[in-house]
């Protein structure tokens, strides 16, 4: 197999694991409390990162890290997984998963607004365009379902959807200042932070993890939501030639997901949600590519 076909197949593996995520994440809280499924999670992928530095044989280079490196993987490992995630499974408690799901993919929104406060640079005045139309995406999934009949749901889940993208926004920011750490390492040992410290909490909360249903779901989550999908989508972009289509692959998470939240959790898809996530991905895409080509033909023009 060629290293571009390789690279297909690694962001194939990368989209479908993220497409099953809110599924796994609504049969874990069937049984057990957020806290409780993030901690098996962020265990299982601690495993599995330790598993592949293993293979790879990397455990050498954490000899290089010095007092910096390790305070700032304890900051890291404190945004994600421990905030970020208590967080989003608190909002998946309270919403049905086609909305929690989609209104989290308004990170890249934030995204832009904390990197413009950070970088005290202007956001370009074409991507004010990109960001309306998410926006209206996420309006239209947020309040379109409160006008069908029977439909009801919790506006704190909502402030908890998007608190959560915007913890991911911060995360992200924060990961990037970090690029000389090998990206499984780093991994590692931001959820070597983030387990400490959820093992930590747990003589405090209390946990009680007897089911069978939530503890496999919950591993499940952890290996297809925290570990496999960014071990397999950072080895597609390495080894694509073109890796703006492993990115563009990235669009088909969320449509997937709700057609796997349709068939295994038995939620009858709002038109409202299907509408507004096309619109959500429709402005992240304007954002990272079409704002390119209105640029080159003003260039031209001018």
């Known amino acids: 197999m060629t290293e571009p076909k390789k690279a297909v197949l690694y962001g194939s593996i990368a989209v479908l694991s993220w497409s099953m995520v809110a599924t796994m994440f609504k049969v874990a809280l069937r049984s057990f409390s957020g806290f409780e499924m ?12 330790a598993v592949v530095l293993t293979w ?8 290089g890290f010095g007092l910096n490196d390790w305070r700032w993987f304890a900051l890291v490992g404190l945004l994600n997984p ?3 995630y208590l967080i989003i499974l608190r909002s998946y408690e309270l919403l049905p998963a086609q909305i929690a799901q989609p209104i989290n993919y308004s990170w890249t929104v934030f995204l ?11 956001i370009p005045k074409l991507k004010f365009v990109g960001m309306g139309i998410s926006m209206f995406g996420v309006a239209m999934i947020s309040f379109g379902p ?32 970090n690029t000389k750490t090998d990206h499984i390492l780093a991994l590692f040992m931001i959820f070597l932070f983030g387990s400490a410290y959820l093992l930590a909490s747990a003589f405090v909360v209390g946990v009680d993890l007897h089911s069978r249903e939530g503890f496999i779901a919950s591993i499940s989550a952890g290996i297809f939501e925290m570990a496999i999908p960014f071990i397999f989508f950072g080895a597609a972009i390495q080894k694509s030639n073109n890796p703006a289509l492993i990115n563009q692959m990235c669009y088909l998470s969320p449509f997937l997901s709700l057609l796997f939240i349709h068939i295994f959790l038995g939620e009858q898809i709002y038109i409202t949600t299907f509408l507004g996530l096309t619109f959500i991905v429709a402005g992240i895409m304007f954002n990272e590519y079409l704002i390119n080509v209105f640029q080159s033909v003003g ?3 001018g």
Not at 56 to 63: P, V
């Open 112 to 122: 832009l607004i904390v990197l413009a406060v950070y970088t005290s640079k202007r």
């Open 56 to 63: 790879q044989k990397k455990w050498r280079l954490i000899k």
């Open 299 to 301: 260039r031209r023009k």
């Open 38 to 49: 993030l901690l098996v999670s962020s265990l299982t992928a601690l495993l599995i990162f």
């Open 146 to 177: 409160g006008s069908l009949k029977g439909v009801s749901f919790s506006y704190f889940g909502l402030f908890l959807a998007f608190f959560s993208a915007f913890i991911w926004a911060i995360y992200w920011v924060v990961k990037t200042l």
């Open 82 to 84: 421990v905030a970020y």
